[in-house]
């Protein structure tokens, strides 16, 4: 499966943004999918996931009450709603799908990776 994801910008702090990943080559309904999201000079961390039938949400503690993650299967798509964005948020954000493990609190090693979108947020 092929991932793009759009929706990045530059914004304000306070402002919401909304992220798309569009899949292509296979529904997504035979996925779990999710977002990551890489800041200069850090290492990628775990953002939001969400199961195949959208049953069963993560959401990392930093993001949590803000952000939040939905998918459309029909439009073989995946989103992420961002409000109330801070300075801390900014960073390449980065869709991915086929997780093969959750934990209570975050999933690791997704099959499939999408380019990244850019998120900066000026305080």
């Known amino acids: 499966v092929q991932l793009q994801a759009s929706g990045g910008g530059l914004v304000q702090t306070g402002d919401s943004l909304r992220l798309s990943c569009a899949a292509s080559?296979?529904?997504?309904?035979?996925?779990?999918m999710g977002w990551f999201r890489q800041a200069p000079g850090k290492e990628r961390e775990f953002v939001a996931s969400?199961?195949?039938?959208?049953?069963?949400?993560l959401y990392a503690n930093s993001v949590k009450g803000r952000f939040t993650i939905s998918r459309d299967n029909a439009k073989n798509t995946m989103y992420l709603q961002m409000n109330s964005l801070k300075p801390e948020d900014t960073a390449e954000y980065y869709c991915?799908?086929?997780?093969?493990?959750?934990?209570?609190?975050?999933?690791?090693?997704?099959?499939?990776w999408g380019q990244g979108s850019q998120v900066t947020v000026s305080s």
């Open positions: 080559g296979r529904a997504i309904s035979d996925y779990s």
């Open positions: 969400i199961s195949w039938n959208a049953n069963a949400v």
């Open positions: 991915a799908a086929g997780f093969r493990y959750c934990s209570v609190d975050r999933c690791y090693n997704p099959d499939y």
